[in-house]
Structure formats: C-alpha cells, structure tokens
C-alpha cells in the first residue's frame, strides 16, 4: 500500500492552475494510463482541486488492471468523484453519456524482449480510438501524452531540442518504433483538429522524478535513488555521458493539467526541465543529497572519440505561451522522492 501524495505538492499544483479549472465545474473527464506514474499525480491533483474548488466534477479511469491498482492506492478507492472502467486503450468499449475532457495518458512498454510491431500499431489505434470517443462524448478538450522520442537522436551540438527542430526517429531503425508511434499519434491529433474540429493539445514529455516513479526499472534517477536510500554503492549502467534533465512530479502534473486547459489546439509543447546534467553528475547529485560518501560504479569508462549523448527539451514554448516554470530544484525533488517512498 503507498501513502497519498504530500499534501504540500498537491497544494502547489492548485495554486498554479486554480483560474484554469473553471470548464471542469460540473464536467466528466476520461483519463487512459490513470494507474500509472502520470496518471497518479494527474488522479490526485483532480481530486484534490475537485475537493477544494467545490467542482462537483468526475472521472473515469481506464485500466487494464483497476483491481491492482486501487490495493496500492486503496484512498482513491473511495473517492466518490472516480470511477473505474478495465479495459485496453486501443479497443475499450466507450462509456456512455458525454464527457467534458478526454486525457489519453497511456502507452504501450517497448520493453527489449517485447513485440515491438504489435506495441507500435496497439499504441497507435489507441490514439486513435480516444480521439474517436472524444468526438462521441462531445469533449471540449482533448490532452495526448507524446514524448521526446519523437525528435530522433538529438545532435550532440544541439544542447536543447526545441518543438520545431525537424529530426525524427531513424525509419530504418527497427528499435524506433516508440517514437514512431507518437509521431503518428500526433498526426491523428493534428488531423483531428482540422477535420472534426476537435480541440487537441500536446504535451511532448521527457524525464522526471517524483513519488510513484518505479525505482527498480529502466530509469537512472529511479535506480539512483534507491540505491542511495541502501546506502550505495550508486550502480550506472554505461559510461554516465549522456545529458538529462528532470522535472518533479508536482511541476509535471501542473503542465500537464496548464496544456490541457490553455494549450493552443495541436500545437506541441516540450514538458521538461531544461537544467542538463550528465548521467555520471546525475548519480553524483543524488549520492550527495541522500547518501553523502555513498561510492558510485560505473560499467564503463567512456569513450573521448564518441560525443555524448543528450535527450534534454528547450521549454521556452512552455514558458513564453502559457506562462510555465519549473518551481522544484532537483535535490529538492530528489528529497522529496526519497522521502515518500520512506514512508511505504
């Protein structure tokens, strides 16, 4: 069983989107992925504002597996204003009635043993099938989780990619098929808008930190911190030259949420941080900050012939068009990480 999120986050979040939350008063959302990282916070941060401003609003999760997921967070189990429906995002039977905001937030896991064919074409008919019951329910506004993916191999002389950089993932590259797939998910978006006059937003994601991260899976920050909270050592998987950067949980979700309500119709926005680190100065920052004389190993030495690599997002889209900024530093959203999954 996991604890609520701190109060102080949600708060937060609150206070950041308070004036957007008046088209919700009375409304019906329905979110895919809510039993994930994103969908967690974005579940928490509804309630919590639904409770607050007195918005008499609900929603409907999607969920291969609701059962699972309300035994880990067994509080949003009784919340009147949730209700839960199993089902896959790329064939669930639409609900009935209309609903105010669709929120597609799942995808598909390209884990490396996977059917990457069958993930690329179940992530994309999932897109599409939100979009077509969005039409149906009538929905105002329409939110798609894509990712960075979309970009390609970011240039190593390009230290932060911006939304109208032109790369894209290699078509020849048969381990692409992620980012393929949000290229096409963001196609149908934009399709949509033109031709059903349906209102889509864009949240390009790329990396973050918080409570409900996994910190046994394929992410470094994740990894890092868990083995800080053993006392080290901090294991990096290859040479630690890659460049990230990392947005807390309560930031993301405040994006995510400022997108959705204020976001102009098919027009992405990266959401991300855009303060850079190494993986190497990444694991340093957290030994540091959770586990001070923690020893760090790495799997390799790196190579001074090969330059690095970088997945880090120029927000400047975000911070000029909707007024959006990073509020959390990232020893503090280490912290507060940390300190969470202390209590579970």
């Known amino acids: ?31 895919t992925g809510g039993t994930g990282f994103f969908g967690a916070w974005l579940l ?12 008499n609003a609900g929603a409907t999760v999607l969920s291969r597996n609701p059962e699972a997921f309300l035994q880990k967070l067994p509080h949003l189990g009784r919340e009147a ?30 884990a490396p043993d996977s059917d990457r064919t069958a993930l690329f074409e ?11 019951f969005a039409l149906q329910a009538q929905a105002s506004r329409y939110l798609f989780t894509s990712s960075g993916a979309v970009y390609g191999r970011q240039p190593s002389e390009l230290t932060h990619v911006p939304e109208d950089f032109t790369g894209a993932p290699e078509p020849s590259d048969p381990n692409a098929g992620y980012g393929h797939a949000k290229r096409v998910s963001e196609f149908l978006c934009a399709r949509y ?14 990396a973050f930190v918080g409570p409900h991260l996994p910190l046994d899976g394929a992410f470094a920050i994740g990894n890092f911190i868990r ?9 990096i998987g290859g040479d630690g030259t890659p460049y990230r950067s990392y947005l807390y949980a309560a930031d993301l979700a405040t994006w995510l949420w400022t997108i959705l309500f204020a ?14 680190l190494s993986i190497s100065e990444l694991a ?44 959390v530093p990232l020893a503090e959203a280490i912290r507060r990480t940390a300190a969470w999954y202390h209590q579970a």
């Not at 950041?16 to 979110?31: A, P, Q, S, Y």
């Not at 928490?44 to 918005?55: D, I, Q």
């Not at 340093?284 to 190993?297: D, E, N, P, Q, Y």
Request: glycine share 8%.
């Open 263 to 276: 976001g102009k119709v098919a027009r992405p926005y990266n959401v991300g941080s855009d303060a850079d």
């Open 193 to 206: 808008a033109v031709q059903h006059n349906l209102e889509t937003t864009i949240a390009r994601c790329f």
């Open 44 to 55: 928490e941060s509804f309630v919590h504002a639904n409770a607050r401003l007195g918005l």
């Open 81 to 110: 204003a949730l209700s839960f429906q199993r089902g896959d995002a790329a064939s669930f039977p639409f609900p009935a009635g209309s609903f105010t905001h669709v929120l597609h937030v799942a995808t598909e896991i390209y």
């Open 284 to 327: 340093h920052a957290v030994a540091s900050t959770l586990a001070k004389g923690a020893s760090i190993v790495r799997a390799r030495e790196p190579d001074p012939l090969v330059p690095p690599l970088r997945y880090v997002p120029d927000n400047r889209r975000a911070r000029e068009e909707l007024g959006l900024r990073v509020t």
């Open 227 to 235: 083995d800080a909270m053993a006392g080290g050592p901090l294991r």
């Open 1 to 31: 069983m996991l604890p609520a999120l701190p109060t102080r986050d949600l708060d937060d979040i609150l206070d950041r989107t308070r004036d957007l939350w008046t088209g919700v008063r009375g409304g019906r959302l329905f979110i």
């Open 122 to 132: 179940r992530d994309v008919q999932a897109t599409r099938r939100t979009l077509d």
